[in-house]
T-cell receptor, first 110, second 115 residues
Framework: QKEVEQNSGPLSVPEGAIASLNCTYSDRGSQSFFWYRQYSGKSPELIMSIYSNGDKEDGRFTAQLNKASQYVSLLIRDSQPSDSATYLC??????????FGGGTRLMVKP | EAGVVQSPRYKIIEKKQPVAFWCNPISGHNTLYWYRQNLGQGPELLIR????????DSQLPKDRFSAERLKGVDSTLKIQPAELGDSAVYLC?????????????FGSGTRLTVV
């Protein structure tokens, strides 16, 4: 079992809808979680971090963390075609490094 | 603040040839990471440096891969000889000590194609 699991997608949503991306992890000791966005041919870009149970909002993005159930999610409200990308979930573990999931490809259709 | 700089952006080589990638981290960042990202997958850590010391290289295929970070600044990742399966994007990132808990920034990556 991989440490960080994501559905590879693609997840297709219409423009203006809410996109919901999910991630589960196996290390109960993990304390820091991140969402990266990666456009095709580009390197990953950090868009959200979350450290406590509950929701964290930043503009159109909301990260949700539930440590008891070991999942992290990212909601994108009012999805735009420019949000079409692969979204990578990552967690900080021992050794000052990030472990990444395989990513979910999001397609926002006009 | 300049970001993490990597070169070259693209490299195409024949199998069994050597290849090297270069990374210049953000100024003041003592921790440097090399990741490999295969097509359709997330990045996987190859090696982590704290200053000049490689403190985590358990995922580095040591029979053909080597890395160095002279003077604790720039780093070079080398593959010799390259195999077809080494085709991937090689990403470099850096952070201040202990700041991986706040995420870190990647360079633009080197896309390697082995033919």
């Amino acid at each position: 079992q991989k440490e960080v699991e994501q559905n590879s997608g693609p997840l297709s949503v219409p423009e203006g809808a809410i996109a919901s991306l999910n991630c589960t992890y196996s290390d109960r000791g993990s304390q820091s979680f991140f969402w990266y966005r990666q456009y095709s041919g580009k390197s990953p870009e950090l868009i959200m971090s979350i450290y406590s149970n509950g929701d964290k909002e930043d503009g159109r993005f909301t990260a949700q963390l539930n440590k008891a159930s070991q999942y992290v999610s990212l909601l994108i409200r009012d999805s735009q075609p420019s949000d079409s990308a692969t979204y990578l979930c990552a967690l900080a573990g021992a050794g000052n490094m990030l472990t990444f999931g395989g990513g979910t490809r999001l397609m926002v259709k006009p | 603040e300049a970001g993490v700089v990597q070169s070259p952006r693209y490299k195409i080589i024949e199998k069994k040839q050597p290849v090297a990638f270069w990374c210049n981290p953000i100024s003041g960042h003592n921790t440097l990471y090399w990741y490999r990202q295969n097509l359709g997958q997330g990045p996987e850590l190859l090696i982590r440096y704290e200053n000049e010391e490689a403190v985590d290289d358990s995922q580095l295929p040591k029979d053909r891969f080597s890395a160095e970070r002279l003077k604790g600044v720039d780093s070079t990742l080398k593959i010799q000889p390259a195999e077809l399966g080494d085709s991937a994007v090689y990403l470099c990132a850096s952070s201040r000590p202990g700041e991986a808990n706040y995420g870190y920034t990647f360079g633009s990556g080197t896309r390697l194609t082995v033919v």
